[in-house]
């Protein structure tokens, strides 16, 4: 008999894992909260687009269907900065000008990833289901249909997909000696638009597509990226309460959409006039909160497991959420073929090897934030990305750059974290040297020229 699972949320990590499942033959039941898209249209609770990099196109790649992104996505190759005076710097990502993240609709690759689990006849979709429940001793996961409609399911192995504030993970915290910690951010987030234009360089765009905007402004920051119909999608990223003795803007103290203009015209006075909606959108787009969770163990009783968000929420600044959820459908679908029978092994195996890159990818978002708001303003952000871009044109193998080792490849992400690590040590101490050694070469030029002179 095939193998069973059953995989709670069809969201970008569930929808994936069942079709990777679904083309390996398991016999697979998806039980989603929200109603069908497909019939309904996509309610997102989330952003409107996503940066997609190397590793979710990995993924997406062995699951056939890259395609769809490599020609819909919109290609950034690099940042934009805005300065508060209106002047703009592009600072490429990586030294090769070929490489590029990029920008595609969350919906429409949530519908995408959906419909290609649902071609499998093996696979089979239940929405406006909730997870309510498991009994691990039993191997059942507890779902609340439409009316309050008990379904009671088991199967081999039973994926909490999701998200966050995952039903799954909060029955396994019940658990003895089940570690779990949740870190919010001082800053939350609204989105904004900045709509097509009819005229302009970049027509129907209002901005340059070609790049990930960003208005930095020390303790917080705006982006923006393009989306297929010439609109952007804007992320104000505030502290919820103003942080004391700066001048800085914050959701309490900018309450309204009036308010908000004001400041605006402050500090991202370029992106007014692109922004016709701004004040209403304000007064209508919700805050959302910004989390970091971590918890061990993913794996339970033999047969149930974590992935994605629900496994290890991270902050969106390094882009790497849904790619790192793309990255556990592989890893998980990798250890059950390494393991055909004996899904506690699998399970296990797919925990210890993903756990330390979720813990550092969860730490490189969160320092990146600090980089995108505050360094990315200052003269030494761009050098230093000048001098990372040549040392690796000059020596491809041996220095690449964190950002490229993250965005660009599958180097697992605390290996990723470990090398640029080794490499900013060898070129400090390259500095250093080179520096100690200009020094005595003065004093010996000196001594000499004295020497001649007398
Ligand atoms: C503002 C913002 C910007 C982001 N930008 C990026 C980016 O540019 N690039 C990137 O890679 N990542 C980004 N992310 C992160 C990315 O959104 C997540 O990492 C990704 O969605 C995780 O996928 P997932 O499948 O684990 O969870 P989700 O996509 O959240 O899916 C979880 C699913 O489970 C369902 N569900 C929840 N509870 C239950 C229940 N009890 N029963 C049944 N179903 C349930 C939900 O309805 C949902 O469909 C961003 C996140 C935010 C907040």
């Known amino acids: 008999m095939a193998p069973s699972a059953i995989i709670v949320g069809a969201g970008l990590g569930g929808s994936l894992l069942a079709h990777f499942l679904g083309q390996r033959g398991w016999s697979v039941r998806v039980f989603e909260r929200r109603g069908d898209p497909r019939a309904r249209g996509y309610v997102g609770g989330r952003s409107i687009n996503l940066a997609i990099s190397a590793r979710g196109l990995h993924a997406l790649e062995r699951a056939s269907l890259d395609r769809e992104v490599r020609e819909h996505g919109i290609r950034m190759p690099g940042r934009m900065l ?37 071609q499998h006849p093996n696979v089979e979709l239940t929405f406006d289901h909730r997870c309510t429940g498991l009994d691990e001793r039993a191997g059942t996961a507890t779902f609340e249909g439409p009316g309050g409609a008990r379904v009671d399911a088991t199967a081999d192995l039973v994926v909490g997909a999701d998200g966050a504030f995952s039903a799954v993970r909060a ?59 010439g609109s952007f999608t804007c992320t104000l990223f505030w502290p919820y309460e103003p942080v004391p003795g700066k001048d800085e803007a914050s959701f309490a103290a900018v309450p309204d959409g009036q308010a908000a203009l004001e400041r605006f015209r402050r500090e991202y006075a370029d992106a007014v006039p692109l922004m016709p909606e701004l004040v209403a959108e304000y007064d209508r787009n919700p805050i959302g909160s910004l989390v970091t969770i971590r918890c061990w163990p993913w794996a339970m009783g033999g047969r149930f497991a974590l992935l994605g968000d629900a496994a290890h929420a991270i902050v969106p600044f390094y882009g790497q959420g849904a790619n790192a959820s793309f990255e556990d459908c592989e890893a998980l679908v990798d250890a059950l073929e390494r393991h055909p029978g004996d899904v506690a092994r699998a399970i296990d195996e797919y925990q210890h090897e993903r756990k330390p890159n979720a813990d550092a990818i969860a730490d490189m978002a969160l320092d990146n934030f600090v980089e995108m708001r505050d360094r990315t303003a200052h003269f030494g952000f761009k050098l230093k990305k000048k001098l990372d871009h040549a040392l690796n044109r000059l020596m491809p193998r041996a220095f690449v750059p964190l950002y490229d080792l993250v965005s660009f490849t599958t180097v697992p992400y605390a290996a990723a974290r470990e090398r640029a690590r080794r490499q900013d040590r060898i070129v400090l101490d390259a500095a250093i040297a080179l520096g100690a050694l200009l020094v005595v070469g003065a004093g010996v030029a000196a001594a000499w020229l004295k020497g001649g002179a007398s």
């Open 82 to 118: 805005h300065a508060r005076d209106g002047q703009t710097a592009f600072v490429p990502y990586s030294a090769d000008p070929t490489r590029a993240i990029m920008s595609f609709s969350r919906s429409a690759l949530n519908m995408l990833l959906i419909r290609a689990a649902a």
């Open 171 to 229: 029955h396994m915290e019940k658990r003895e000696r089940f570690d779990y910690s949740q870190h919010s951010l001082a800053h939350g987030y609204k989105e904004l638009s900045i709509p097509p234009v009819a005229a302009g360089p970049h027509a129907p765009f209002a901005m340059d597509p070609k790049a990930l905007h960003i208005w930095p402004r020390g303790g917080s920051m705006m982006i923006a990226l393009p989306n297929p119909d």
